[in-house]
């Protein structure tokens, strides 16, 4: 009975570790950091639209919602929903802007 109890609580131990770090589900890239190498991964994604997605991106400064990729060339509802699986908007971290922008001041 023992016995039973120490693997019982091993196990909630060794799953409660692995989902508290992250291991049961893949952790979501920012679209706006996104390289042309990332977003090959993408099933459907080649080198050209990878570097069009980027080129876009890059052109708005970032984009505020995934549904904007919709205007670039070659992306449609099937492709964006393939994007959105490994990419998201992350929002813009204030407090680190606010450091750069104070650290070139000087």
Do not use: C
């Amino acid at each position: 009975m023992k016995r039973g109890f120490v693997i019982i609580v091993s196990l909630l131990v060794f799953w409660a570790f692995f989902y508290g770090n992250g291991f049961t589900e893949t952790k979501k890239k920012d679209i706006n950091t996104a390289t042309v190498e990332a977003l090959v991964q993408v099933k459907g994604i080649g080198q050209k639209k990878a570097e069009l997605i980027v080129e876009y991106i890059s052109s708005r400064g970032r984009i505020e919602d995934m549904e904007e990729l919709l205007e670039v060339k070659g992306i449609g509802l099937s492709t964006l929903g393939k994007i959105k699986e490994l990419f998201e908007v992350k929002p813009l971290d204030k407090e680190a802007f606010k450091k750069s922008d104070a650290d070139s001041s000087h």
